[in-house]
């Protein structure tokens, strides 16, 4: 840092304070010092930046270990904000999910050396985290045992989205709503089951059987193909897209057309959604502005900037936006009457 300062012709305390991203540092001198240290070959030392600060500018991130879209959006968005922010990322994963696992992918992170934890998608196996992380937690779902004024809890709000997709179906003049949920060891699936419920509550209308998938495309054309010869059965909210998908296809191979016979709609918004036959109605999660926002909060934590008052988690929700195509659309007999009240699907 000494060489970079006598090439570029400032003080040390300037070099620093570009190298780091500091503020009140002109265009015209910060650039002098990018310059002088691109030339020297200059690359900030995190283990000695650490030895001095006590912090490692690292954030470690316990995945599930998962290629489907959600957590793996979740995953990409995290890293990048992660790096904008000026840190760097560590990620464990944990392929079962258990919170044993999540325990030990702590542990690990914690003797690499971190400055917070972001825990991606936990699932409920009746047991509580065994191990305090010491360090602030950001999580994006339910966590038993962990809990005070450093953990954030943040992500999607499933519960208002699922309430939100079941509703525009009930206002297309759907009767009741069913609904494939996801595996519900996860807390996002039984999230959208509860925003589910409570609509049709809401509506006052029956809910019928609920059906379960595992995510995957082949879960939904197993449930589809189970359900496609209930001719009651005209609308339904699927948690995920690729479980849509295998929907769709089950209902067309049995001749139910959709949306003339079935309205269905997704969740999250995966890239191939608007290119399907029909294109899908569904709800989109923005990863990036999520994982923007629950690192920003997570780094408030680690900087102890955070104005939360009291010593209780602090619960941001972001909302998720429906995204009207043409899988879903107004039972049919209303169509036929051409039914003026029904939303028009764009």
């Known amino acids: 840092m000494t060489d970079v300062a006598r090439l570029a012709g400032v003080s040390q305390k300037t070099v620093s304070r570009v190298i780091n991203g500091e503020r009140y540092v002109s265009d015209n001198i910060r650039q002098r010092v990018l310059r002088a240290a691109q030339q020297l070959g200059y690359r900030r030392n995190t283990a000695a930046r650490a030895l001095i600060t006590g912090r490692f500018r690292r954030i470690g991130f316990v995945s599930l270990g998962t290629a489907d879209y959600g957590p793996a959006s979740l995953l990409i968005a995290l890293e990048r904000a992660t790096r904008a922010a000026g840190f760097s990322f560590t990620v464990a994963t944990t392929l079962e999910g258990g919170h044993d696992k999540i325990s030990d992918a702590i542990r690990w992170l914690l003797e690499q050396g971190i400055d917070g934890i972001v825990i991606s998608e936990p699932v409920d196996e009746g047991e509580k985290l065994e191990i305090d992380p010491g360090v602030p937690v950001l999580s994006f779902g339910k966590l038993p045992g962990l809990s005070g004024s450093h953990v954030v809890f943040g992500g999607a709000d499933g519960v208002a989205a699922a309430r939100t997709a079941t509703e525009h179906l009930l206002e297309l003049g759907h009767d009741t709503v069913w609904h494939l949920a996801g595996p519900q060891r996860w807390w996002a ?12 509550d809401d509506a006052g209308a029956t809910p019928p059987p609920l059906a379960e998938g595992d995510w995957s495309p082949a879960s939904g054309y197993k449930a589809g193909t189970a359900l496609a010869s209930d001719p009651s059965m005209t609308a339904v909210f699927v948690a995920n897209d690729e479980m849509a998908i295998g929907m769709i296809r089950a209902l067309n191979e049995a001749g139910r ?21 029909p294109p899908l109605t569904t709800m989109r999660q923005d990863f990036e502005a999520v994982a923007a926002h629950g690192l920003d909060l997570l780094i408030q934590q680690i900087e102890g900037t955070s104005a939360e008052p009291d010593s209780k988690p602090l619960r941001t929700d972001f909302p998720a936006d429906l995204i009207v195509r043409q899988s879903a659309a107004a039972p049919s007999h209303d169509r036929r009457n051409d039914a003026p009240s029904r939303k028009e699907v764009q």
Not at 189 to 200: H, I, N, P, S, V
């Open 189 to 200: 699936a039984r999230d959208r089951r509860e925003g589910w419920r409570r609509a049709l």
């Open 257 to 277: 057309a959709v949306p003339d016979d079935v309205s269905v709609i997704g969740f999250d918004d995966i890239p191939s959604a608007a290119y399907l036959s």
